[in-house]
């Protein structure tokens, strides 16, 4: 009883793609479950995934036309409605929200305030602050049918635990492609139309949260993204 398992998957937070994570934790595991989800500036996140797909060969350099083939690259970015399916079967107290940008400034500081809501020791919470994991730009990825069998459930399950670690380093470096540059970012027009949709999920998340403001302030995420962020534009409710 006195051991903390954990364990972490982007799968949890899909709605509306991939559902039931919040039932099936329920049933499976005790109900003090402590539930830690990690969001960044919505928009930022969209360009993110979306150089993601590129470099692995899913999808073309154009974000506007990949978004409009791919609903997921903008769901995945309604963290309210990502939360509220887990406080429908969790308490409030259960989930703690972290801001990326926050954790990035201050890594220990964000971890010991981790590992005390957790009820372990903040001074066991060492945060390396230099390290930087899962970054897209110079990364080895594997593209087209190498992909589909790294992912792959039998290689999941069995071969990337099984096969030694020099034959992984062998096959990356003959195999693997380094991803491309960097495509253009979204224009001023398509980066209005996100924020149409997603700052509502931002104040939305707030208020599910109980946090009197938002994680992140509209002309914050306009001067970040914008070309022209000083334009005229209607404020939104």
């Known amino acids: 009883d006195d051991q903390l398992a954990g364990e972490a998957s982007t799968g949890y937070t899909k709605v509306p793609w991939e559902t039931g994570a919040p039932e099936r934790a329920k049933k499976l595991l005790r109900p003090d479950l402590k539930l830690l989800y990690i969001v960044r500036d919505p928009i930022a996140r969209v360009v ?9 060969g899913r999808t073309g350099r154009d974000i506007a036309r990949a978004i409009e083939s791919d609903q997921r690259l903008v769901d995945y970015s309604r963290y309210a409605t990502q939360v509220a399916q887990w406080l429908d079967h969790y308490e409030r ?10 954790f990035i400034a201050d ?18 919470a060492g945060a390396d602050e230099d390290a930087s994991h899962n970054r897209s730009d110079g990364k080895m990825v594997a593209t087209g049918g190498l992909r589909r069998f790294v ?7 069995y071969g990337r635990r099984l096969t030694p670690v020099w034959i992984k380093d062998a096959a990356r470096s003959v195999f693997y492609k380094k991803a491309p540059p960097r495509p253009p970012a979204p224009s001023d027009e398509m980066v209005e139309r996100l924020l149409d949709e997603l700052w509502p999920e931002v104040v939305r998340l707030s208020e599910l949260l109980g946090r009197p403001e938002p994680m992140w302030s509209l002309q914050d995420l306009r ?6 962020p000083d334009r005229e534009k209607a404020p939104r409710a």
């Open 48 to 56: 993110s995934q979306h150089y993601h797909q590129h470099s692995a």
């Open 93 to 102: 107290d259960q989930l703690c929200v972290v801001k990326f940008e926050d």
């Open 151 to 157: 992912r792959s459930g039998a290689y999941q399950r």
């Open 107 to 124: 890594r220990a500081g964000i971890m010991e305030g981790v590992f005390a809501w957790m009820g372990l020791d903040p001074a066991l």
């Open 223 to 228: 001067d970040r993204h914008l070309t022209s």
